[in-house]
C-alpha cells in the first residue's frame, strides 16, 4: 500500500517527524518540508508548495497529499488553492494556533493584541530567521517599525527544553523588552493532524 | 568600493543625479538621499519638483518591485526611511511654497489590528503625491474614524489590516457610514495582504489597493472623480 505524504512547512518538520515515529505511522506517512524562513515571506508559500504536490503527484508514490501548514500568512490564497486540488490542510491561521489549540490561541489574542508568538522552532532559529531574516541585526533603527505596537512575547513550548525558555526570554529582550510568557502546548492540534493523515491512508 | 569608484552626488548632472537618488532610495541610503535633496535645491528647483522626482518616483520603484517580490519589508522600510528623510528637508519648505493640494485622507488600521508597515507606508506615498493625510494609527474601533472625518472632513477614508480576522471589520465601519448617511460623502479605499477586490466589493469600499503606489494613483482617480460630479452637481 502506497504510503500517504505531508508536505509542511521546515518550521514543523522536526515535530511532524517526532509524531510520526511516537505514534508508529512511518509505514504510512512520509514528510517533505519546505524552506521555514518562507515564514518571512509568505508570497513564496504557494509556488513552492505548487512545485512540490506536482512533482509528488506526478511521482505516483503517495495514496493522499496532506498539506503541514495553517493560513500562514497566505491570506486564504493558499486554502484557494488546497481546494482546487482536493487537498487538506491542518486548521488555523498560523502555527501558533494549532499548537496551542484554536481557542486558547483566540483567547491569548484577545487578552494582548500586541502579543509576538515563538515556537521551539522560532525559539530556537529566533536570531537567523527574525533578527538577521528582518536585517534588524544590521539596520537596529528598524525595530520600532516593525515591532513597535508590540508589547509582550509569549513562547508556545513544544517540549520541556530550558535551553529553548531561556532563548525566548532573550528574543523578548531583543525585541525591545517586551514582558514574557511560557506555555507548555505539547504538540496540540498536530497531533491529531497526523493522526488523521494517517488513518486516511489505512483506509483505502 | 575603493575611492576611485566613490560617486560623488554634486559632480553629477541634474538627470544622473536624479536617476543616483532613486538608487539610494533603493539600497536605503538616507544620508545620500539627503544630500541629493539638498543639492537639486541648490541647483534652484522646486521643493515640489524634488519630491516627485527624485523621493516619489524612486520610491514608487521600490513599490513595484515589493509588489514584485524582489524587494521584502527590511527593504521597502529602509527605503521608506531614507525617503522620509528626504521628506523632512523638504516639507517646511513645501509649506512656505504652496505645493499643489490634491485631498485629504484619513487613514488607519481597523480594531483589533496592530500591523501598520502597509499603512505607513501608504501614508508618506499620499503625502508626498500633494495629500493631506491624518494618520489615526492601529486598533481602531468604528468610533475613532466617525470623529476623524467629522474633524477633518476628508474626500477619503482608508482603511487597512494585515489579519483575516480583522478585516471583516471594514464592513463594520462602512456600515455604520451607511446608517448615518454618511456612506457618499467619502471615497473609501482599503487594503492590506489579505485582501482582494472582491473583498473591497463586499464590503462596500470603492476600491482595494494592492499596494502604496496602486493607492496613490486610485486615490487620484476617484478625487477627480468626485470633484467633477459636486462640479456638475
Known amino acids: 500500500m502506497k504510503p500517504n505524504l505531508i508536505i509542511g512547512c521546515g518550521a514543523i518538520a522536526q515535530e511532524l517527524v517526532t509524531i510520526i515515529k511516537a505514534n508508529g505511522l512511518q509505514e504510512n506517512l512520509e514528510v517533505t518540508a519546505l524552506p521555514a524562513i518562507w515564514h518571512n515571506t509568505p508570497q513564496k508559500i504557494l509556488p513552492g508548495l505548487r512545485e512540490k504536490v506536482t512533482a509528488a503527484k506526478a511521482s505516483g508514490k503517495y495514496q493522499h497529499i496532506f498539506i503541514g501548514y495553517?493560513?500562514?500568512?497566505?491570506?486564504?490564497?493558499?486554502?484557494?488553492?488546497?481546494?482546487?486540488?482536493?487537498?487538506?490542510?491542518?486548521?488555523?491561521?498560523?502555527?501558533?494556533?494549532?499548537?496551542?489549540?484554536?481557542?486558547?490561541?483566540?483567547?491569548?489574542?484577545?487578552?494582548?493584541?500586541?502579543?509576538?508568538?515563538?515556537?521551539?522552532?522560532?525559539?530556537?532559529?529566533?536570531?537567523?530567521?527574525?533578527?538577521?531574516?528582518?536585517?534588524?541585526?544590521?539596520?537596529?533603527e528598524l525595530l520600532p517599525m516593525m515591532f513597535g505596537h508590540y508589547t509582550k512575547l509569549v513562547y508556545l513550548a513544544q517540549v520541556e527544553d530550558s535551553e529553548l525558555d531561556r532563548l525566548a526570554r532573550q528574543a523578548a529582550e531583543k525585541l525591545g523588552g517586551l514582558s514574557y510568557e511560557r506555555h507548555l502546548t505539547g504538540y496540540g492540534e498536530l497531533g491529531d493532524f497526523v493522526r488523521e493523515a494517517a488513518e486516511a491512508s489505512r483506509e483505502l | 568600493m575603493s575611492d576611485e569608484d566613490e560617486i560623488i552626488l554634486a559632480e553629477l548632472n541634474d538627470d544622473e543625479l536624479v536617476q543616483q537618488m532613486h538608487d539610494d532610495l533603493y539600497e536605503g541610503l538616507k544620508e545620500e538621499v539627503?544630500?541629493?535633496?539638498?543639492?537639486?535645491?541648490?541647483?534652484?528647483?522646486?521643493?515640489?519638483?524634488?519630491?516627485?522626482?527624485?523621493?516619489?518616483?524612486?520610491?514608487?520603484?521600490?513599490g513595484i518591485d515589493f509588489r514584485d517580490g524582489i524587494l521584502y519589508v527590511p527593504e521597502v522600510l529602509m527605503a521608506a526611511n531614507s525617503m522620509k528623510a528626504g521628506m523632512a528637508v523638504l516639507k517646511p519648505l513645501l509649506a512656505e511654497t504652496g505645493a499643489p493640494k490634491v485631498g485629504s485622507m484619513v487613514i488607519g488600521t481597523v480594531k483589533g489590528d496592530i500591523h501598520d508597515i502597509g499603512k505607513n507606508l501608504v501614508s508618506m506615498m499620499m503625502e508626498g503625491a500633494g495629500f493631506e493625510v491624518y494618520d489615526i494609527g492601529i486598533n481602531?474601533?468604528?468610533?475613532?474614524?466617525?470623529?476623524?472625518?467629522?474633524?477633518?472632513?476628508?474626500?477619503?477614508?482608508?482603511?487597512?489590516?494585515?489579519?483575516?480576522?480583522?478585516?471583516?471589520?471594514?464592513?463594520?465601519v462602512v456600515d455604520t457610514l451607511v446608517e448615518k448617511g454618511m456612506r457618499d460623502d467619502y471615497i473609501i479605499l482599503v487594503g492590506g495582504a489579505p485582501l482582494n477586490e472582491e473583498f473591497a466589493e463586499n464590503v462596500g469600499a470603492d476600491a482595494y489597493c494592492r499596494d502604496a503606489a496602486v493607492a496613490v494613483e486610485t486615490a487620484k482617480e476617484w478625487v477627480a472623480k468626485m470633484h467633477n460630479r459636486r462640479a456638475s452637481a
Not at chain 1, 110 to 137: N, V
Not at chain 2, 37 to 58: C, F, H, N, Q, S
Not at chain 2, 158 to 171: D, Q, R
Open chain 2, 140 to 172: 481602531n474601533p468604528v468610533e475613532n474614524y466617525l470623529e476623524a472625518l467629522e474633524e477633518h472632513k476628508p474626500e477619503i477614508l482608508g482603511m487597512s489590516a494585515l489579519l483575516t480576522t480583522t478585516m471583516p471589520y471594514m464592513k463594520v
Open chain 2, 34 to 62: 539627503v544630500e541629493g535633496v539638498e543639492i537639486l535645491l541648490d541647483r534652484g528647483w522646486t521643493p515640489y519638483d524634488v519630491l516627485t522626482k527624485a523621493l516619489v518616483a524612486g520610491m514608487t520603484i521600490v
Open chain 1, 70 to 140: 495553517a493560513d500562514c500568512g497566505t491570506g486564504g490564497q493558499l486554502d484557494r488553492y488546497i481546494e482546487d486540488e482536493g487537498l487538506q490542510r491542518i486548521a488555523g491561521d498560523h502555527c501558533y494556533a494549532f499548537y496551542a489549540g484554536q481557542d486558547r490561541f483566540a483567547a491569548l489574542f484577545e487578552e494582548e493584541l500586541g502579543t509576538f508568538y515563538l515556537t521551539d522552532y522560532l525559539a530556537r532559529h529566533f536570531e537567523r530567521l527574525i533578527i538577521q531574516g528582518y536585517k534588524l541585526d544590521t539596520n537596529p
